[in-house]
């Protein structure tokens, strides 16, 4: 295959849609597990689910890591 026909690399778009609002958004946190929060949400609902430098997932109690 030549230089020029080759697929361009990268990840490919996501779609992001809040499971607490309901709505698509060009970005959410998201987990493994499949839950996603917009940031909007997120700020509403910091004090249940952030204790600042992390998150948890209410869904599956995962610990992330906010970068």
Do not use: L, Y
């Amino acid at each position: 295959m030549s230089e020029d026909k080759k697929k361009p690399r990268g990840r490919r778009k996501k779609e992001f849609r809040c499971h607490c609002c309901k709505q698509e958004k060009p970005f959410c946190w998201s987990c493994t597990c499949g839950f996603q929060i917009c940031p909007d949400c997120f700020e509403e609902n910091k004090w249940g689910i952030s204790n600042g430098p992390t998150w948890v997932c209410p869904d599956c109690e995962r610990v992330h890591i906010m970068e």
